[in-house]
Nanobody, 115 residues
Framework: QVQLVESGGGLVQPGGSLRLSCAAS????????MNWYRQAPGKERELVAQ???????YHADSVKGRFTISRDNAKNTVYLQMNSLKPEDTAVYYC?????????WGQGTQVTVSA
C-alpha cells in the first residue's frame, strides 16, 4: 500500500510555469513506475509522464520539451515541472504508482491555464 498526495496546482497564465509534487507515504525507490496522468473535462484520463525505478523517463508528445518528470527517493516525492503552459494543459493532474500489478492514485490537483 502507498498513499499519494499531490500538490502544486493552481491558476497560471499561458506561458507560465508550475511544479507539481507527489508525496508518497513510503519509499518509492522500489516502485516500478511513477506516473503523472491528467484528465480534462469531457476527456479520458491520459498519461503525461512516467519515470521508472531505473530513472528512465517518458513524456507524452503533447508535453515533450515543456514538462519534465523527476524523482527524489530521499524525500519519497515525484515532481512534474511544467513550463510554457498552454490553455490545453488545463486538467486535473493525478499521481499514480504502479508496481507488481498494483496501482495507486492520488486525489488529483487542478491546473488551470488561462489569461
Amino acid at each position: 500500500q502507498v498513499q499519494l498526495v499531490e500538490s502544486g496546482g493552481g491558476l497560471v497564465q499561458p506561458g507560465g510555469s508550475l511544479r507539481l509534487s507527489c508525496a508518497a507515504s513510503r519509499s518509492i525507490s522500489s516502485i516500478n513506475y511513477m506516473n503523472w496522468y491528467r484528465q480534462a473535462p469531457g476527456k479520458e484520463r491520459e498519461l503525461v509522464a512516467q519515470i521508472t525505478s531505473d530513472d528512465i523517463t517518458y513524456h507524452a508528445d503533447s508535453v515533450k520539451g515543456r514538462f519534465t518528470i523527476s524523482r527524489d527517493n530521499a524525500k519519497n516525492t515525484v515532481y512534474l515541472q511544467m513550463n510554457s503552459l498552454k490553455p490545453e494543459d488545463t486538467a486535473v493532474y493525478y499521481c499514480n504508482a504502479y508496481s507488481r500489478s498494483n496501482s495507486y492514485w492520488g486525489q488529483g490537483t487542478q491546473v488551470t491555464v488561462s489569461a
